[in-house]
């Protein structure tokens, strides 16, 4: 992008220069005869505007002003618009042409036929246009900083969010193995079967978590199948009255995309906090993709942990939340909460933003 912008850049000055330098052309009288000679003595101005333009734009600006040296910058421009002012008086008094453009008079008079007053008024003429090249060229330069710090921010937040992306999706391992090694630990109090089997069922989202973890993107069937195992192996140590229900609608003919383990935090909430040993309980899952949305809905029994419960400690939907925000931002609706009488929670997300994207 900023070698892009430096090429428009100097595209556009070259065909500016080139319009001034051949504005003589244009504007000399009609009964003017263009010459070698004519040309030459109205090139005076526009080679002064020329060097006090780039003098500014590659060295006073970068080398003074930027670096903090105003005093030291206004002074090198001062002199400089002092020097290219005698400088066009010398250049037109010896090619014999008016202080002023003579194509721009109604007549072509001596410089010495001039007064004092003429010479006055051409001399701050000469000095009104070179202090605006200079001005242009300070604010020409000056915005191609602001446009390089702009990008440069740019770039700057791009990596911190990509950091921050990756920071997450790290956090999210050790705590979902946490949580599923906690489960498979206290299957092996009871029921080693069970916890074979259960380690079987971790071993298949393990492979997921290997080889799907690092894209920032992958098939939503792919997902599917994660959660579906880790219901699976939660499904081990519930009791047999516990209503579990997984609506799982995925096109097989579409490639709809998803963060991966992005739902896993939902699902691994609804286990913490919809099962009671005591009371009846239920999780209903719900999942529908297409190339329009993706919605994931969970409907479960609320049995709030109490306060003396410190199992877990509540950073999974903290994490669901910033990812979205940074993988999805505008492109999501999350509602979630309980009902009115506390005795249902539900969560459902709702995506925009189906297809695959590079960050």
């Known amino acids: 992008m900023k070698t892009n912008n430096w090429r428009l850049n100097i595209l556009m000055q070259v065909i500016v220069w080139l319009a001034i330098f051949l504005s003589p052309m244009v504007y000399l009288g009609m009964d003017q005869a263009l010459s070698v000679s004519t040309f030459f003595r109205c090139l005076a101005l526009p080679v002064c505007l020329f060097i006090s333009y780039f003098a500014n734009y ?12 105003q005093r030291t910058y206004i002074l090198l421009n001062t002199a400089m618009v002092v020097v290219l002012t005698l400088l066009v008086s010398v250049w037109v008094k010896w090619s ?194 297409d190339n329009e949305r993706i919605t994931c809905e969970i409907v479960n029994s609320n049995h709030p942990k109490t306060a003396s419960d410190k199992s877990g400690s509540g950073i999974g939907l903290q994490q669901v939340q910033r990812r979205l925000d940074l993988l999805y931002p505008g492109q999501y609706v999350w509602e979630k909460g309980p009902n009115s009488d506390q005795s249902i929670y539900s969560s459902k997300i709702t995506l925009y933003d189906t297809q695959l994207h590079d960050y």
């Open 58 to 69: 590659l060295y006073f600006v970068p080398r003074y002003l930027f670096q903090g040296r």
């Open 96 to 289: 014999g042409s008016p202080f002023s453009f003579a194509h721009l008079l109604p007549t072509a008079v001596s410089y010495e036929e001039q007064n004092t007053g003429t010479h006055i008024v051409q001399t701050l003429h000469v000095v009104f246009n070179l202090c605006v090249s200079v001005g242009i060229a300070t604010l020409v330069r000056m915005s191609l900083r602001w446009v390089d710090t702009k990008h440069s921010h740019a770039a700057a937040a791009m990596a911190q969010r990509e950091a921050e992306l990756e920071n997450l999706r790290y956090q999210v391992n050790p705590h979902f193995l946490l949580n599923t090694l906690n489960n498979i630990y206290a299957l092996t109090a009871f029921d080693q079967r069970q916890a074979q089997s259960a380690i079987m069922e971790l071993s298949k989202m393990l492979q997921h978590i290997l080889y799907e973890h690092d894209h920032y993107h992958i098939d939503i069937k792919k997902e599917a199948s994660f959660l579906h195992n880790y219901v699976n192996l939660m499904k081990l140590r519930l009791p047999s009255d516990v209503e579990i229900i997984e609506d799982i609608d995925v096109p097989s003919s579409q490639t709809v995309h998803i963060a991966p383990m992005l739902l896993i935090s939902l699902v691994e909430n609804a286990f913490k906090h919809g099962i009671s040993p005591t009371q009846k309980s239920f999780i209903h899952i719900h999942l529908h993709a």
